[in-house]
């Protein structure tokens, strides 16, 4: 659906985006994560023909983005939340979605439905006459939302959905895209929030300017370091610690009694590591796996960059 | 290029501007003053013996009807500053730009939006102001002044064409200035040449007759037509949404 082959982006000097190669599946929700100035929104922007290219390929749905007929074709089918709602103030949420839906080239039924269908989804349905400078930053993203799906867009690009929003309305927010993503939309979405990105997206995307790595929320967890085994003791001393030298295996000594080991195979190597440090005289208190995060993966593909 | 388009960008600024009280009495209140001040003016000083010459009248009707080409300038200032810094300040231009929508046609319905309310008003206007100086001055000339060649020359041609002027100047401004205030006030500048042909017209050193009206118009053409091709290379997605500032 998305297919992008070495897209770069130059500014002058400043290169945005550089060499960026990323496949979209249909139905496929992909989060795009990376620090502020990664090049995300530029992305996102060359993607939905907003801006060019400097080098690079890309086609939606088969279209090519830098053909101005195509391009064309591409805005009709997609839908865009950008990361300024950029709503207009003095018109009616009603006012602002039937405006969009006839640029959208929706027919005028088909208008009126979705857009009482989208506002009573989103719980603005009842104040659809009022003008937006009265609406709170949570329902004006709603609405933008809302816009973004007026024409029914095979596409979705979503430029940090719930960011500035209060925990309550980020909930409402991630959980329509939820329901969209229920609906096999596909779904490009630039986010910061990590928890957001887990959540929701199939395949995850980390980003400085390249990307540094790619693959499900799972996959870029389990890139980074292998198995962790966590071992809570009473107290560590100097045999125990011998003892787990000869079991020749890697491990961190934390300030408060606990030992981080890395592991191969956890379910053979823990009773090992169990009975070798109460053979040593050690008190365990508990012992547990440790996972890696994508948090974890994130600092450490974009530190690399840095 | 599909008119309906700019048509509809056109009709939701309308919708705004119907919504902002200030654009409303800033666009009607000046022209409507002129319109029925202008005539009182002429009464109150009387026509013939001790008023205003009957062979200085044509003159100064003519000059006061330049008065309307400022206003279209003017006014057009008001609207344009709203219509294209306003977007940029509510930062709606790029959901707009996101749509199946071509920048020129953005830029035709951006440009129908800043230009027909103030003509409309000022069309409006001089239909009051000709009726009133006909009623005036019918029994002293023995004929109605107008409509005459003048005036339908200042109506159909200058004062569009300045309006025009003013509407391509807006464009190039917005991308230049962030507030509605500061375009407003750069746009007034272009007012000043007009000011100044209106100043030459009543004292005579450029009458302003068919002959130099026509000129004036041939003139605002050609600045018209080269301001167009500045302000659609201006008006460019990749240009509004990266050095817009």
């Keep these: 659906m998305i297919d992008a082959e070495n897209l770069t982006k130059k500014f002058d000097e400043l290169t945005a985006v550089d060499n960026l190669t990323l496949h979209v599946e249909e139905g496929e929700v992909f989060g795009f994560l990376g620090p502020n100035g990664a090049g995300k929104t530029t992305a996102m922007r060359m993607l939905s023909c907003l801006i060019s290219k400097t080098s690079g390929e890309v086609r939606i749905a088969g279209y090519d983005v830098s053909d101005d007929a195509d391009s064309l074709k591409i805005r009709k089918i997609i839908g865009l939340l950008p990361e300024n709602v950029g709503l207009y103030d003095d018109l009616s949420a009603y006012k602002n979605l039937d405006f969009y839906g006839k640029l959208y080239e929706c027919a005028e039924t088909q208008r009126e439905k979705n857009i009482e269908h989208f506002l009573k989804m989103l719980g603005i349905w009842e104040k659809r006459d009022i003008i937006v400078g009265k609406f709170s930053k949570g329902m004006k993203q709603k609405l933008a939302i809302a816009r973004a799906l007026i024409h029914d867009p095979e596409i979705l690009f979503l430029d940090e959905p719930t960011v500035n929003l209060d925990p309550e309305s980020s909930k409402t927010v991630r959980d329509f895209i939820l329901e969209l993503k229920k609906e096999k939309k596909t779904i490009f979405l630039n986010t910061h929030n990590l928890y957001e990105a887990q959540k929701i997206c199939d395949k995850i995307g980390i980003m400085n300017t390249k990307l540094m790595a790619i693959g499900t929320p799972r996959e870029l967890e389990e890139s980074i370091w292998g198995n962790k085994t966590l071992v809570h003791l009473e107290l560590i001393n100097d045999t125990i610690l011998q003892a787990l030298a000869r079991l020749s295996l890697k491990y961190i000594v934390t300030d408060n009694n606990q030992l981080i080991i890395d592991v191969a195979n956890p379910e053979k190597e823990n009773p090992l590591i169990v009975e070798a440090i109460v053979r040593a005289g050690g008190h365990v208190q508990y012992v547990t796996e440790l996972s890696p995060t994508l948090e974890d993966a994130y600092l450490k593909y974009v530190r690399e960059t840095e | ?245």
């Design chain 2, 1 to 245: 290029m599909r008119f309906w388009k700019s048509w509809v960008i056109a009709t939701k600024d309308f919708s705004i501007f119907r919504n902002k009280k200030g654009i409303i009495y800033s666009i009607v209140i000046l022209p409507l003053l002129l319109s029925i001040g202008l005539p009182l003016l002429i009464s109150a000083e009387g026509l013939g013996k001790g008023g205003i010459p009957i062979a200085a009248l044509p003159n100064l009707l003519n000059a006061f009807s330049f008065f309307f080409v400022i206003l279209a300038a003017s006014l057009t200032t008001v609207i344009a500053s709203y219509s294209l810094v306003g977007e940029k300040i509510e930062k709606s231009i790029e959901p707009l730009l996101a749509t199946p929508t071509t920048d020129e046609e953005i830029l035709l319905g951006k440009s129908f939006a800043a230009f027909l309310p103030p003509i409309a008003t000022i069309y409006f206007c001089l239909v009051i102001f000709m009726i009133l100086i006909d009623k005036l001055t019918y029994n002293t000339l023995g004929y109605f002044y107008f409509p005459n060649w003048n005036l339908l020359i200042i109506l159909l041609l200058v004062a569009p064409l300045s309006s025009i002027l003013t509407v391509e100047l807006g464009i190039i401004l917005s991308s230049r200035v962030n507030d509605v205030r500061t375009a407003q006030q750069l746009g007034q500048l272009v007012i000043i040449p007009f000011f100044a042909l209106y100043i030459l017209g009543e004292i005579g050193f450029i009458p302003l007759n068919i002959h130099n009206l026509l000129i004036i118009s041939a003139v605002l053409l050609v600045i018209d037509t080269i301001l167009f091709f500045i302000s659609t290379l201006t008006f460019r997605r990749e240009e509004i949404l990266i050095k817009w500032k």
